[in-house]
């Protein structure tokens, strides 16, 4: 199979320059990569997704107690509630149901290329959510009378300009309503 220069290229540099940053070596990781360590590392890659997600989930809950001043055993069930959950589930990210009625989704979605938009299937994930939290989940539908949040890593003006970028876009609303 024919090797394509640019993209080859482009591609064995990334992971080497970051495998390199990692242990401090300078050696060709990806010509030793085999398919098998390539799938296994991508499975490695979703779990930092998910370890990302849910730090950004706790700190969000957290901030979200302070905010409405929740009480600290309030607040340690909510925290405790997220924990339980497994990655991916089907349920809002965070639900607390007192003293106030709150949901919120969490988004650790990146820009694309370290730029300052969000790819088409980053715009779909959060327009999908912003969706949901207006009109609900098929397991969470009475959302009325929720105080509701998107939670966004932040990237610092990076994440600002996405955010900018795809209201424009999309005039602020959502194609499903």
């Known amino acids: 199979m024919k090797q394509y220069e640019g993209r080859y290229l482009?591609?064995?540099?990334?992971?080497?320059?970051?495998?390199?940053?990692?242990?401090?070596?300078?050696?060709?990781?990806?010509?030793?990569?085999?398919?098998?360590?390539?799938?296994?590392?991508?499975?490695?890659?979703?779990?930092?997704?998910?370890?990302?997600?849910?730090?950004?989930?706790?700190?969000?809950?957290?901030?979200?107690?302070?905010?409405?001043?929740?009480?600290?055993?309030?607040?340690?069930?909510?925290?405790?509630?997220?924990?339980?959950?497994?990655?991916?589930?089907?349920?809002?990210?965070?639900?607390?149901?007192?003293?106030?009625?709150?949901?919120?989704?969490?988004?650790?979605?990146?820009t694309v290329n370290d730029g300052g938009a969000f790819g088409a299937a980053q715009h779909d994930s959060i327009m999908d959510d912003v969706y949901k939290l207006v009109y609900g989940k098929k397991n969470f539908q009475r959302v009325d009378g929720f105080f509701k949040f998107l939670c966004l890593i932040d990237l610092g003006n990076r994440t600002d300009q996405a955010i900018q970028q795809l209201l424009r876009k999309t005039g602020g609303k959502s194609e499903k309503a």
């Open 10 to 110: 482009n591609l064995k540099n990334r992971i080497n320059e970051h495998f390199s940053k990692l242990t401090g070596l300078d050696t060709d990781f990806f010509s030793k990569m085999k398919q098998a360590d390539i799938i296994q590392l991508k499975t490695v890659f979703a779990d930092i997704n998910n370890v990302l997600t849910l730090k950004l989930t706790n700190e969000a809950a957290v901030w979200l107690c302070k905010y409405f001043e929740i009480d600290e055993k309030n607040k340690k069930a909510i925290l405790t509630r997220i924990d339980a959950v497994k990655p991916n589930s089907k349920g809002f990210d965070i639900v607390i149901e007192e003293p106030y009625k709150i949901i919120a989704e969490v988004k650790c979605t990146s």
